[in-house]
Structure formats: C-alpha cells, structure tokens
C-alpha cells in the first residue's frame, strides 16, 4: 500500500510566500551620472538597465507571456555577476509563475551559487532546487536520488510533513522499513503539533511494516495510536487481521489454534463481521473438540443478526457441536485426574476445555496446574490463560500474563490481546 504525498502537486506552492524575497535593488544614479551608495545595490549598466526595465514591470503584473521573452532577452546584454544573478532572479520568478519545474532545476542552482545571492534567502533557493529535484527523482522511480534531494530540502529548512511522506514512500521501496515508519510517524507528529489528525492511511501505511521489522512491542503501540485517534470497529478488525496476514506471509502461519485464538479476540471486542466468521469459527473449534464455543458462538451470531436463518453450514455445524458437547458431559472429573497427572498436559487441555465453555476461573485453575508440572508449551498456555483473565475482568492480570509470552506467533496474538485490554469504546 503507498500513501499518497501531496508533494507531487504543491511543489510549486512550496516556492510560493518564502520565495518571495524583496526584488533585489539596482544602482541607481544620480542627476550628474554618479552612482549613489548603497552597499547592496547590484551594479548594472545601462545597457542591462534598459533590457531589464520591461522585464521586471511584466514579472510585477504577472504577464508571463510578455515577461518570459524579455527575461531570456537578458542573456544576451548580461555581462557581470551582478546582471547574470538579477537575469536569474527575474527567470525564476517567471518559472513559479509557469510552474515550469524543468526550468527552475536549471535556474536555481545559478541563484544558488550566485555571490550576490543574499545569505537569508539562499536557504530559500536551496530548498526549493533539492524539493524539486528529490520529487522529480522520485517520480522516475530513481528512490536513492529522490532521498538524497529529499534529505537536502529539510536540512535546507523545508520541515513539510510532505516530505516525511514522500520518504517514508522512497524508503518503503527501497526496503528500508524502519526508515519508512520514522518518516510516518515524524509526518504525524507534525500535523498532531498544528491540532489537526493525520489520516487513517498513515497509520496503516505504518503498522505492516513495523510488524515486519519484528518489533512486536512496537506494533502494539502503534496499533494503539491508530485506535486512539480512530476508534471504529472497522479499525480494529482491520489491524488484527493484518497482522494475521502479515505473520501469513512471513511465513509463520498461524496454526489452527492460534487461528482459534484470533477468532476469539474478534468475538471478545465484538467486531465479528458475518456469518463466514461464525461459519469458520465454529468450525474451527468443533474440529478441535472445543463444542461449546462453537454452540455458544453460533447462538451469538444468532442473536446479533450475522447469522441469518436457515443457513445448512451453520445449521450442519451446530447439531454436530450440540451431540458432541453432550457426550462429553461433565468436566469436573477431569480436574481431579490433572492434578495427578505426571506433567501439565491433561491440565492445560483441560484448561482449555474450562475457556471453551466459558467458565474462565476454572481455566485459570487449570492453567496454573499445567505451568507448575510442565512438560507444556508455556507460551501457549500462557496465551490461553491471559484469554481467561480477560474475560475474568483482570486486566492487570492479564497484562501481566501476556508479558510473558516470548516466541512468534504467540507474542504476536498477545501483543493484540494486550491492545484490546485498553481499547476505548468503538463505534
């Protein structure tokens, strides 16, 4: 995905306010002929003089048709240092008037080099010649040019949170994704310090790829800043499932629990899209011999509307998971045989038998038995028992919890858990 960076279009506007220096003074003489004093006063002579005057009137009226032939009229009669800079100011302020960005990567470096350039404007002239120069790179694909003249420009003073944009775009091809999300996120800062809020794309431009970078920790927050400033159900979902797609695409696909464990999160921060959600869901946990969730989440589908009527998957699924659930019965014997157990692993699947069905205490229980015999894959249990103490209410326990998790993709579905403890409300 490529943000889109107004530099393209305002380029020339860049050049507008600050580029209007004072005109720069001519000599003038006095009724006997002698020069006047003034130290900086360019030194002309009559015959530039002459050729300037109908420049210089044209540029003031903004007649660019007259102004353009009168300005390349200069050339011919432009002898000193001092006439050539003039020639060239005068140029340049046609230039801006056309939008002739080819001339100006011409005009500017004379300025920029010029003597006579004053020292409070030659900034001014920088930064436009390495703007237009860096965007025009860009533009030609040419990304390690385009940095270059980028980089330029703000060292020259051009702080336009465009320019952050067009870098972070420049940096993103050139597989520099920490460099890219620092331009985002200087962007934002930028549009944040003027009161306004930078734009959902940003944040999205940014989350996949400090995802890649493998920052978990750091994903997380900038999940979080996009919620914050855009706090929609659409939003959200939108992040978690990048995220899976993300891992997808890296090459650590999640497993089916994990895929589970997803599903459990949309459920959890109510943001289930339809009944191919449920569909998968429920499938997803009757095949893992979890049948209370799938009875349970197909009754939440039911009542909230996304799961129409008369739907055969949903209708298949359901009567499978209700006889299921029935030959099992109870649960409660099966604590007493984890406790025995020589390790955790009858515990921690009767752990998450307890999460299935919705008695989140009892999960802990269970839970907490498995971590202290072993022979367990903590990270997983962990997860599984953070996923209870959410819904227990103790979220600082839960927090806690998730910390604890180390290896992907467990610490990737526990940074998005520790996300949602603070998600505020969403439309």
Do not use: C
Request: aromatic share 8%; glycine share 6%; hydrophobic share 45%.
């Amino acid at each position: 995905m490529k943000f889109v960076s107004k530099l393209a279009l305002t380029a020339m506007l860049a050049l507008g306010a600050p580029a209007l220096v004072a005109t720069p003074a001519l000599a003038q003489k006095d009724k006997k002929g002698a020069a006047k004093e003034d130290p900086n006063a360019l030194k002309v002579g009559d015959a530039f003089r002459k050729a300037a005057a109908p420049a210089m009137e044209a540029v003031q009226a903004k007649n660019w048709a007259v102004a353009a032939p009168a300005v390349d009229a200069l050339d011919q009669v432009a002898q000193n240092d001092d006439e050539k800079y003039y020639a060239a100011y005068l140029r340049s302020r046609v230039q801006i008037g056309q939008n002739d960005m080819a001339g100006l990567t011409k005009t500017l470096p004379i300025l920029i080099a010029s003597p006579r350039t004053p020292a409070n404007e030659l900034p001014i002239y920088k930064r436009q010649y390495y703007t237009i120069i860096g965007n025009q790179a860009l533009n030609e694909k040419k990304y390690a040019e385009g940095i270059d003249g980028l980089l330029k420009a703000r060292e020259a003073g051009n702080n336009d949170f465009d320019i952050s944009i067009a870098l972070a775009n420049a940096y993103a091809q050139t597989g520099k994704p920490n460099e890219s999300v620092a331009e985002v996120d200087r962007a934002i800062q930028a549009v944040k310090a003027t009161g306004q809020k930078p734009p959902v794309a940003w944040y999205q431009f940014a989350i996949p790829r400090v995802y890649a970078t493998g920052n978990r920790a750091a994903t997380a927050e900038w999940m979080k800043k996009m919620i914050a400033d855009y706090p929609t159900k659409q939003n959200w979902r939108w992040g978690v499932l990048v995220m899976r797609g993300s891992a997808d695409s890296a090459g650590g696909r999640l497993t089916s629990a994990q895929r589970i464990d997803l599903y459990r999160l949309l459920r959890t921060t109510k943001v289930m899209a339809d009944q191919n959600d449920y569909v998968d869901y429920a499938e997803s946990v009757n095949s893992a011999g979890l049948p209370w969730e799938a009875v349970a989440a197909i009754d939440e589908g039911r009542s909230t509307g996304k799961i129409p009527a008369g739907n055969p998957d949903i209708a298949r699924i359901y009567a499978s998971a209700q006889t299921k659930a029935k030959a099992e019965g109870s649960l409660t014997p099966l604590i007493k045989q984890s406790q025995a157990a020589a390790n955790g692993k009858m515990a921690a699947q009767t752990g998450d038998a307890f999460l299935a069905s919705g008695d989140y205490a009892k999960a802990v229980e269970l839970y907490d038995v498995a971590l202290q015999k072993g022979g367990v894959a903590s990270d997983d249990v962990n997860l599984h028992r953070g996923i209870a103490l959410y819904n227990l209410g103790r979220k600082e326990d839960a927090r806690t919890t998730f910390g604890q998790i180390k290896a992907a993709p467990a610490v990737d579905l526990a940074a998005l858990w520790t996300v949602a403890l603070d998600l505020p409300a969403l439309s």
